[in-house]
């Protein structure tokens, strides 16, 4: 495991605001070090911008270890990887963001299961079945964002996700990954899922399960 992983982090969110997925202050990302702590992205952050400093060290419990400056604040989004990693021990990078496709795509279903494609880049995601039949957990946007990751911790505890990524509506895509390189590759691939869903939806094509 990284030592300290905010350079890959810094990496990643700079390539995922120029692709326009963390536009502005959009999206948060963490990943845990060997003593099960994890440093996420500091609140209200621009994230084509971050510096070492824009990172907050937590632990799985929530409390504040390390903070390079006194103005950081955790990400608002905190309780959510907090989840993520309570849930999934072998978990040990979080990242969310926020593309146009997972808005639009959270909107095509009103139930809490978003039906994937049957195409390849599913194995990237984990699953290696012809024509598979999977979903990605879908849930409410609530304002309070406990709330939300208390949905998460409720679902997760009996139904383990088919894919190791879930999506909040009108709001974006979370996943996770057990280092910060296969959480970039998860984000990766699941907003290639989202376009082409979008794209499907144009063309009149229907995958429905
Ligand atoms: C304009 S982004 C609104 C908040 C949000 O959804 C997000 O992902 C960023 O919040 P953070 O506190 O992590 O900066
Ligand atoms: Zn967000």
Not at 49 to 68: H, M, Q, Y
Not at 113 to 139: A, C, D, S
Not at 150 to 168: C, M, S
Request: contains cysteine; glycine residues 4%; proline residues 7%.
């Amino acid at each position: 495991m990284n030592t300290d992983p905010r350079q890959s982090l810094i990496h990643a969110s700079r390539q995922f605001h120029q692709l326009g997925w963390m536009a502005g202050t959009a999206g948060n990302l963490s990943a845990k070090i060997a003593d099960n702590s994890f440093w996420i992205t500091a609140s209200g952050k621009q994230k084509g911008k971050l510096v070492a400093e824009d990172f907050v060290r937590i632990s799985l419990t929530g409390e504040v270890l390390e903070n390079p400056s006194p103005q950081n604040k955790p990400s608002a989004e905190t309780s959510i990887h907090q989840a993520i990693y309570s849930l999934f021990p072998e978990a040990n990078a979080c990242y969310h963001v926020h593309s146009v496709e997972a808005k639009l795509v959270s909107n095509f279903i009103d139930h809490e299961q978003l039906p994937l494609p049957p195409i390849e880049m599913l194995k990237g995601l984990g699953i290696w079945e012809e024509n598979p039949k999977v979903y990605m957990p879908v849930f409410e946007n609530y304002l309070e964002v406990p709330r939300i990751a208390e949905a998460i911790v409720q679902r997760f505890k009996t139904t383990i996700p088919d894919v190791p990524a879930l999506l909040i509506r009108n709001h974006g895509v979370t996943v996770w990954a057990s280092s910060p390189e296969a959480a970039e590759n998860h984000v990766e691939l699941a907003e290639y899922i989202f376009r082409y869903i979008v794209a499907a939806r144009q063309a009149g094509l229907k995958f429905h399960h």
